[in-house]
């Protein structure tokens, strides 16, 4: 336990977090209500993006439907709270239900190589898409669900949830990328026939970061639709939005977890401030984001450890 | 499972017994009922040249192919065909030859994986496993650089890592993949020291290399390959001896073609002058100087590793090297892979890099894109002269040719660009007796009957040596051998062997 500390305490990557972190603690005290609720989309967007990190950055699998993922999870707990459940069970039902969809995703689709994965992921977004549009009646279709409770009415609750939630769920994948499995997972990710030669059962592992991954995404998703009080295609399951999120954990940093959040963070605050440009905003992010992937690979977090030599 | 009697049996049992093993790859046979058996203490040597199978013996010992038939039994239990995770649970361990080390963990946190048990709620590593990985490398002599990067690693120290990673393991039959390659005389002791400690400490050990010189003084026995089947067993000096395995090592008869000799005098087209070429940490070339004449026939030979496809790669430009190469009096260096195809370098690859989804036509014409359409049919009708077996494939796709015809388009596409000089580096790699004759037939025309001047690359001295009016002998790197075909049997062969 105590190496496992020393070596959390020791990386520059948990003291940035720790900085950062405590920065945006006093936020509620110095912006508006109306910037606090876009931090709270963009927190939630961070968890998305961290657990698409753990997969791509270590399982070294490309997920290209984080959204099947957010989707079953935001979905299952939109369904359930119309029917009367509350809060928390929604919440509880909406990781289970994402870890069910990726179960079943993910069992098959590990057996694939190559890009045959990823497609395989992308997919299953257009099959979930396509489902709730057909039982419209149910899902809400193509308007959306609206949601019988929500988190909170008060924009400064919603935030420490968020935030609340995003930290919780970055300790969580951010300690397991540096324990033991999460070594057995680089392995896997980076030298399949290595990694299995010393004896690692890499389907076994890669299936088990999936289902992490899928749990916290799913968790995430139920979250934020009981934030926004509704869920719809075009916020939890549109390809679009997953791309959003592999942007975002690119954007921060490959195989940092906790770049993924700052990507988040970043994208859709640049998104808001760019706002003024209109329909140019999107376009202008969009060109950032692909000037960072083509020429800075490892991300702002890559650039923040290189810089301080911690490569 | 076992009863007290099976387990005895099991005791009793060579750690390692291979029966019967054969692999397929479609048509070809990699390895064709393959029998032997390494005991406790026990150091057994797998030789062969190139293309010889010896690899997927090793690849389907730990389960990264599965055998056609067969049986692998490691301690006992037939593991043939199991997954590779499994198999390496039962007591195999591989050390391989590339390294692919985790870059951002360091030395101690890579050899600590092997150590790690198979399982999912290891979330903290017991505290003696950084203990055991620690005096893992003392014992490999990596103690001194436990918190470095392995990016950071000489060439000798990074394969001390995978040995450490494979012995923390603890594994009972250990495959060491090419132990000796990229190391210096000195790293090679140490390493052979290394292997002999995994001797003394009872374990199986399977050394996978491509002669019988490097593994002599380690090997208790020696297991000879060639084209998929065992060829000689026995002693290292045994083996050695073996007529069989000097013949596919060495030739038979070596049929030396007489040559008109060449205007003396005439300078040369190609010169190499004392060119070196670093792979990360490991020497690849070390200051090789050759020179070839306007339309002569030079071969290079030398085993697998021995440099001879980096030596062809710095001449068509696609490695950084030092030193300096001519051609036609312009020295290359800094000219585009490009560029040099174009002044009429030719290389055709090892590996034929054939368009695998075009057919054997659209090869052919792909490459004769550049001349004017007369001259290119002109020469596509002489290349099926050449190679008639291809005019009767015109419309086969390449990839579901067999690897003769497949190697005869690749020279025929290096022919279709009308180089002054063709490289071709072992175009007889796996590939049956029948075919290298027809091979053999279609270099003899172009050597009568063109100017094209050749550069022939070869671990198969039979083949090799008759194509030649020089021979050059690379070894580790470096030239140890010049001279003519007629000399090298008496020269040359004890270095080669």
Redesign the interface.
Known sequence: ?T??LRGLLGSRQVWIALVLAAALVTLPWMVSAYILGILTIAYYFGVFAMSWDLLFGFANEVNFGPTFLIGCGAYAAGLLNAHGAPVWACLIAGGAAALLGGVVLAVPALRLSGPYFGLATLVAVLLLQQFIVIFASTTGGEIGLTMNDILSTEPITNYWYALGFMTASGLVLF??SR???G??L??SG??R??A???????V??KL?AFCISAVFSGLAGAMLVFYLGTASVGTVVDVAVGVQVIIAAVLGGR?TILGAAIGSIFLILAGEALRPLGQLSTFVVSGIALLVILFFADGLMGLLLHRRGD? | MLDARGSAAAAAAPLLAVQGLTKRYGGLVAAKDITFQIGAGEILGLIGPNGSGKSTVMQVIMGIQRPNAGAVRVRGVDVAGWPSHRIAQQGVGIVFQHSRPLHRQTVLENIMLGLLPDKLLKLVADRHVRERARAIAERVGLGGVLDRKPGTLPFADLRRMELAKAIARDPKVVLIDEPFAGLTASEMDSFARLVADFRADGRAVLLVDHNVKSLAALADRVFAMYLGERIAEGTAEEVTRDPTVRRVYLGGGIDVAKRPPRAAGDAPILQVENVSVLYGKAQALEGVSLHVHQGESVSVVGLNGAGKTTLFNAISGLVPYNGRIVWNGEELHGRSAAAIARSGIVQCPETRELFGDLDVRENLDLAGQHLPAPEASRQLEWLYLLFPRLRDRERQIARTMSGGEQQMLAIARSLMMRPKLLILDEPTLGLAPVILEQISNALEQLRSTTSITVLLGEQNVTFALPHADRIYVLDHARIVWEGEPSCFAAEAAATYL
């Open positions: 336990m190496d496992t300690t397991l324990s033991p499995v070594l057995i680089q392995a980076q030298d026939i290595g299995s030669a010393l004896g690692f059962n890499i076994k592992h088990a195989r490569t």
